[in-house]
């Protein structure tokens, strides 16, 4: 047995203290928002006999409204329109997800895969989405828009697991991009580069950046490097701890 939900408002929170959820979660959404919660609680667990969901297989979100707020950067995106469908599996949910982000830059369109498993409690994310412009999505976080400005189309995709308790542990990524300009306060102008490749992880619930491989391409000169970053106690006190190129 399936529902299917149409043009719900939903509000995704990463909340000061790091953990992310609906906000319904944070007792600060309407009831659309504990119903969505209340479904797909339960399509993560096994059957209750006797209950009135016992027979739910699967939850649909169409033509959803969605407003992202990260309460530690500042930050807030807004998402015309999520598609999704949720699926009840042997110890856990699986579910398949198309979602377009609003940005100065224009909409991206992200399509994504996630999987719960209800033991170890592990939520699993991977989604791969084309022409986003990392500029767009920095003017709306004035902590990210501090460290500079890198205008550019990005490909990629990333993929991330969130703990039971609602914290974001890790983040994977794997980036390419075509020309563009990188803009910092720590040199006198901008920098324009023909091409950039990125991979590597976020780690420690976002407090660690490791980068694995770091390849430009700028007037027909190439270069390649890692490095290994830490972010200060608030979260964007950044500082170097070990790089080389």
């Excluded at 009135?52 to 407003?67: H, K, Q, R």
């Excluded at 004035?142 to 500079?148: M, R």
């Excluded at 803009?183 to 324009?192: E, G, R, V």
């Excluded at 491989?213 to 190439?222: A, E, K, P």
């Amino acid at each position: 047995t399936g529902v299917q939900t149409c043009a719900l408002p939903i509000c995704l929170i990463r909340n000061e203290d790091g953990r992310i959820g609906l906000g319904a979660n944070f007792g600060e959404v309407a009831p659309q928002g504990n119903m969505l919660q209340l479904l797909l609680a339960s399509l993560s667990q096994p059957p209750a006999q006797g209950s009135p969901l016992d027979y739910l297989s699967s939850v649909g979100i169409a033509e959803a409204t969605v407003w992202i707020e990260d309460r530690i950067a500042g930050a807030e995106w807004f998402a015309p329109r999520l598609d999704a469908t949720a699926s009840r599996r042997s110890a856990g949910v699986s579910a398949e997800l198309d979602l377009i982000l609003a940005l100065d830059s224009g909409a991206v369109e992200f399509t994504a895969t996630a999987d719960y498993s209800d033991v170890p409690g592990i939520l699993t994310f991977a989604a791969a989405f084309a022409d986003l412009n990392p500029a767009a999505i920095a003017a709306s976080a004035p902590a990210l828009a501090a460290y500079g400005r890198v205008d550019t189309k990005v490909n990629g995709n990333v993929a991330a697991l969130v703990t039971r308790d609602g914290t974001l542990s890790r983040i994977d990524f794997d980036l390419a991009s075509g020309p563009g300009i990188i803009d910092s306060k720590t040199w006198n102008q901008p920098i324009a580069f023909d091409s950039l490749a990125l991979r590597g992880t976020v780690l420690d619930s976002l407090r660690v950046l490791r980068i694995d491989d770091f390849f430009f391409v700028q007037s027909g000169f190439s270069g390649e490097g890692a490095g290994f970053f830490t972010f200060g106690p608030d979260g964007f006190g950044f500082k170097i701890g070990r790089a080389h190129v």
